[in-house]
């Protein structure tokens, strides 16, 4: 039991150090200022005793001061609170600004790294947890730091004090030395308390935002298929979790934080009985104990704040394990030293017994896949569900790299090639479009600087200039959140659109113009081929249409290219080929 405990308290002060590595300067200076504080604190305890001692007590037994006396007490105690201002002052700035900076830094730190990872990364990772680590877990990991030089202070205080004590009256500092252990003895075990019920509040909270999250995703399947019961049951359950775990972060708290408020007031108690029995002695003078009792009482908030970096340390602790998994993640896309061949029109795109595997599985999605694409050609890939076609259609824009074999563009492997080249020369288009929640044009041209004529121009290769053509407000129409106000063809010709205005060398659509009508599909297909200097197309396609309109198709069966050749090459010598088109063309039929 006790090793755990120890790791608690080391790993926390591991954290401190971390934090104060993080942001030397603004930690110096707010400890510099906490210090300013906690010595103007202590000073003024001296003040009210030495004022106690010169003044009030003279007063009382003469009946009279001067006005000089009663101006130097002024002054003086004027000028200890003015300068316990600034201390309070600085101290917040700079404790402020460490802390922001420091969740600052670890935002951008974190959100670098989505940018970084993989996509294989991110298919294992729920959105709503990526968003709770950039979000709460940081805010978590950093939220102590606000505090930290105060507590700093504190120390130098309470240091101050036990030598102020032990000066004065070695009886008097008896107190001190039994209160002062006590307080850290109290805040060492309610971190180790604390710990475990933190982690598990911080870990709910992540998992209520998941399924908040994947419930607003869903929205359409929730309320068409009447699921909103279920949800909400879904949801209620962890947010009641939640809630019962930060009622018990709460009872711990409500029981260590009136004892961590006592023992000062306590100390206050203790130094006034033997404190007075010692004046009555004559072993202290009145003002010295005052001055010291006033000390203890000053004591108190500071102490506090020890408490509550203490009291914060199991949540940070708890927000930065979630963090740092991320950050170390590695599989970030290796980039090569080479620029792409320049060249205008299609691409030359060559496969060489290229090879992969989902990571976890035993069987490979493709295996020795071989085929070459002519630059400026067309290629239509087909195959039956669960082929591998659209995993290979990301393999040839990197999406993922080949376990085995390689992707070359006009030659050269994609993987030598520098971060950025590969995606100024190809584009992808998915079965899904994303849209933006941005203007037509907003999302065709993704913020480049391109002209509206240039826009248009794309927009009809797309098959889609009549329907922007038709909207309320052309290309300045809003779509809505990922294209809400649009029907599923008109999205996907959008993203077309996007992909063809940046004139790339090799195109790749996989399934992109599903939910467009054939006699659109084929239009479009045409325009792409028709241009002067025409890309070169990858398509992943079924209707016999589109497949017709290219130059020639590849068969992948079971993660093979098992046949290559045109369209009518095939329909005779694939059998499983000519069955697939057949089977689309009658549904087709049954549709039209
Ligand atoms: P197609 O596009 O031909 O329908 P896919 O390339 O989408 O086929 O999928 C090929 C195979 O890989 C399928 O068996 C599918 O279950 C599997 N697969 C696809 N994506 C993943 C993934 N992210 N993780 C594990 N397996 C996957």
Excluded at 244 to 253: F, K, P
Excluded at 307 to 313: N, P, S
């Amino acid at each position: 039991m006790s090793r755990p405990r120890d790791a608690v308290v080391r790993r926390g002060m591991r954290h401190i150090l971390r934090a104060i590595a993080g942001e030397p300067g603004m930690f110096t200076l707010a400890v510099l200022a906490s210090s300013v504080y906690g010595g103007m604190t202590v000073a003024s305890a001296w003040v009210i005793g030495k004022v106690t001692d010169r003044v009030i007590l003279p007063a009382f037994a003469d009946g009279a001061t001067t006005a000089g006396a009663l101006t130097l007490a002024v002054a003086a105690i004027m000028g200890v609170a003015v300068l316990k201002i600034v201390g309070i002052l600085g101290r917040r700035l700079f404790a402020g600004v460490m802390s922001y900076r420091l969740q600052a830094e670890y935002r951008r730190r974190v959100t670098g790294q989505y940018l970084r990872l993989p996509l294989s990364w991110h298919q294992r990772h729920p959105t709503g947890q990526l968003l709770s680590n950039a979000n709460s877990d940081v805010e978590a990991a950093w939220f102590f730091v606000a505090p930290l030089p105060f507590a700093c202070g504190a120390l130098v205080m309470i240091a101050i004090t036990a030598v102020a004590l032990v000066l004065t009256d070695p009886l008097l500092a008896l107190v001190g030395l039994v209160v002062f252990p006590l307080v850290f003895a109290v805040n060492v075990v309610y971190s180790q308390v604390m710990s475990p019920r933190m982690q598990r509040a911080q870990q709910l909270r992540a998992e209520v935002s998941e399924i908040a999250h994947e419930s607003f995703d869903a929205a359409l399947v929730v309320k068409t298929l009447g699921r909103e019961d279920v949800e909400t049951q879904r949801f209620g359950a962890r947010a009641e979790e939640l809630r019962d775990s930060l009622v018990a972060v709460g009872r711990v708290r409500g029981l260590f934080d009136p004892m961590m408020e006592a023992l000062p007031s306590l100390g206050t108690l203790a130094v006034l009985l033997i404190g007075a029995v010692r004046v009555a002695d004559g072993a202290t003078d009145a003002g010295e104990l005052v001055a010291i009792a006033y000390l203890f009482t000053l004591l108190a908030l500071p102490i506090r704040a020890i408490g509550w970096v203490l009291a914060d340390l199991p949540r940070a602790l708890a927000g930065y394990d979630r963090v740092t998994p991320v950050l170390d993640a590695t599989g970030e896309t290796p980039y090569g030293p080479e620029a792409a061949p320049v060249g205008s029109g299609g691409a030359g795109l060559g496969v060489q017994d290229v090879g992969f595997t989902f990571d976890g599985q035993t069987q490979a999605t493709l295996e020795g896949v071989t085929f070459d694409v002519p630059a400026g050609s067309t290629i239509a890939v087909v195959g039956p569900t669960g082929a591998g076609k659209s995993t290979l259609a990301g393999l040839l824009v990197r999406l993922v790299d080949p376990v085995g074999g390689r992707v070359l563009l006009d030659g050269l492997d994609l993987r030598r090639l520098r971060e950025g080249e590969l995606s100024a020369q190809a584009a992808f288009v998915a079965q899904s479009a994303f849209l933006f929640d941005d203007t037509v044009r907003g999302n065709v041209t993704l913020g480049a600087d391109v002209t509206d004529q240039d826009v248009w121009t794309a927009l009809r290769t797309a098959a889609a200039d009549d329907f922007v053509a038709a909207l309320p407000e052309g290309l300045d129409t809003r779509v809505g959140e990922r294209g809400a106000s649009l029907s599923g063809g008109q999205r996907q010709r959008l993203a077309l659109a996007r992909a063809v205005i940046r004139r790339p060398r090799l195109l790749v659509l996989d399934d992109a113009t599903s939910a467009v009508d054939p006699a659109v599909e084929a239009r479009i297909l045409d325009a792409l081929r028709a241009s002067e200097e025409p890309s070169t197309v990858v398509v992943v396609a079924y209707r016999q249409a589109t497949i017709a309109l290219a130059d020639e198709v590849v068969w992948i069966e079971q993660g093979r290219a098992l046949a290559r050749g045109t369209h009518e090459q095939l329909l005779a010598e694939v059998p499983g080929y000519a069955a697939l088109v057949k089977a689309y063309s009658q549904i087709e039929g049954v549709l039209a």
